[in-house]
């Protein structure tokens, strides 16, 4: 049976909540997911994010990152949408 938007939202919470503690076991009672690294809890979320978009309807969020050089090196992230000036 899928799972409501409800649902996926409390794993969620629960993921982020090991995540920001810096703990790798997420769940109480028999219901306990052990993930062997951060990266692994990482891509949970990724998945976790993309069932919830699907479950509400919309597309999951993609971002794009772009960084600019100077002539010294990294210049740090700009807005595509500005002028490069």
Avoid: E, H, W
Avoid at 31 to 38: A, E, I, L
Wanted: proline share 5%; net charge positive; with cysteine.
């Amino acid at each position: 049976m899928p799972q409501t938007a409800d649902q996926i939202q409390v794993q969620i919470d629960s993921l982020q909540r090991a995540m920001s503690a810096g703990v790798l076991i997420v769940g109480s009672g028999t219901d306990k997911v052990q993930y062997q690294t951060y990266s692994d809890m990482a891509r949970a979320m990724q998945t976790l994010q993309a069932q919830l978009a699907a479950a509400n309807g919309t597309p999951p969020r993609s971002r794009l990152n772009y960084i600019r050089q100077n002539s010294k090196g990294f210049a740090g992230r700009c807005d595509p949408f500005k002028d490069f000036s």
